[in-house]
């Protein structure tokens, strides 16, 4: 634990905050792209010891919270049928569809399992050879190289009857169209630790260099978080633009090289639709032609999906930092963790949840300051 | 019956007609090495299982009368106190065997806990046994015994049951229900509704150590190192707190729902805010681990030996003693206290001394993708 406690220590925490204090002459507004990243800020209270010149905006980095509608509601109709034991991980069991959660399929009577591993996924396919086994394979960078290794290895060693529904997601492409909307009001990011300690990260200079945006590759602990905000509040002060990296002890430039190989193999770049975003080109990952044969989406006919969003729901301008969770009508009234109207409310990474969760007693200066900005 | 050895009797029970050493009953148990439907029968099946299984495990002689009802006498208790309490609780742990305890202990400790929690001094138990079709009888003997051990340990008895068998398929092994009375002492008042701003809020040991142990069993996760599940009777540590500080105002086991869910209780029904320092609050390292692999908040975890107590301010440090003192209260400490501000709401100061709300799980915790 020593790992998680020195980077805890609440005196170095303190005077990090601090030299951000003294260098910060003007307001600046920096997006934290991942949902751990965001847990982490709101759970430690992070945005409350930093000075108010200096505003987070939580990003879209919450796998959970951006995985399509479709993609869940095919997930429910096939976790729906008596034939498939459909597994999944933890927290994507209370994400809302266009009509109910996976909980609500359990109850109904679906085989619903939680995994903590894709692997484990393949393995209950090898031990009911008489079922189809689903995975729902979700997620950034970070969680893909396991899931293509289950892939793989379903293909490799023919578990015929194991195939995942894949909806991942890439961090570059989603940094670009925030920088791209109209309404941007970020100035850097600190990018996700755990996405660059997969892929490295030299495609981050291209997009520094075409916005003239900070990016620092950043960890999870507040002391992390801290130096990553006081790096991005340094370059700002000074003009300057470069991809740093806050987080040596975990990301190197080139990433893990064995599983960038993986990933290659076993998917390929497609348009993908985010959760209150929108399609984004080339920004997420299928399964290649090979593989084909392992798609949930081609193994059972769920093309006819037709989806249904809440009216209410704001989390597409929440995830793209135009506005702060409670600013959303609904917020804490309609949507709360207990009946979610979008996915932002479920996840523990969710920007949502996280608010509500650990922010009601924020105070509400930080909101009203974004309006009187947006005005 | 303390010299048995279940574990051989286990294996031995899969191929011979089971002979219990030491058992009350010359007339042998048929020979079924697993439960069938006719034991729940209340026939010649049903009393067997009794006399061999639950009547040499509980070793009393309420029990051993076999009656309707258990009968005792009120006189003995209205010396101590003219208030009874009463508690139920249900028990469906899987596996029924984890390190640190098994379901049989979990009965017995979480019933005697409820009863201690209102300040009560528990005495009688029942237990209700809810057996699937073609449980071993050796682990159902295994269970019973750890429930006798477990009940002498607290000091309780336990003086009625029931058996009851459900077919294959319709139940998980073996469900438990326990019920327990206990007497209030006169002048102790003890109730979630107590607390008071200035209040200290003491913690009689680390966080969430049955939830992880179970999760860990569970779910097939190895650590650096096994995490033990914290079943513990707290009567005694009751018992000692009451001693030093007879005007405790709230005592609480923190078990589902974790510390989160016990103190945002009482802060709501007593109308007073409650503030913690998280970095008072104790956990286990290896703990603490596994909590941040599965994203787990350890506030929220269960736990099945361990009690948070608000005190007057004055009382703080003779309490904390007296916890520590006490077997199972060792690492105990003062975590925070009882403000008259956000009434309703407990605040937690985080390590860089900022604020968070607690808040509860709305179901149970679900394990993070990443």
Redesign the interface.
Known sequence: MKHLTEYRDGEKAKRLAGEIARRVTRPWAIMEVCGGQTHSIIRNGIDQILPNLVEMIHGPGCPVCVTPLDVIDKALAIASRPDVIFCSFGDMLRVPGSEGDLFNVKADGGDVRVVYSPLDAVKIARENPDREVVFLAIGFETTAPANAMAVKLAHDQRVENFSALVSHVLVPPAIETIMNSPGNRVNAFLAAGHVCSVTGFDHYRPLCDRYKVPIVITGFEPLDLLEGIRRCVAQLESASASVENAYPRVVSEQGNVAAQTLLDEVFETTDRNWRGIGSIPQSGWRLRDTYRQLDAESKFDVSTIRTQESSLCRAGDVLKGAIKPNQCAAFGTQCTPRSPLGATMVSAEGACAAYYNYGRLVPLEAPNKNVAEQA | MEDDKPEKRRHDSTAHPIEFGGAVCPVPLQDYPKIVLGHGGGGKLSGELVEHVFLPAFQNDHLNRLGDSAVFQATSLQAIGQRLAMSTDSYVVRPLFFPGGSIGDLAINGTVNDLAMSGAIPLYLSAAFIIEEGFPIAELKRIADAMGAAARIAGVTVITGDTKVVEQGHGDGCYINTAGVGVVPDGIDVAPNNARPGDAVILSGTLGDHGMAIMSVR?G?EFEAEIQSDSAPLAEMVAAILRVCPDVHVLRDPTRGGLAASLTEIAASSECGIVIEE?RVPIH?IV??AC?I??FDPLLVANEGKLVCMVPAEFAVAVLTAIRSDKHGSDAAIIGRVVAE?PG?V?AT????????V?TA??EQ?????
């Open positions: 779910e996760l970095t390292p603490q681990s941040e599965l994203g956000h709401v605040v985080t390590a860089i001394g900022a604020s968070r709300v808040v709305i179901g679900l394990p993070r993708i990443c």
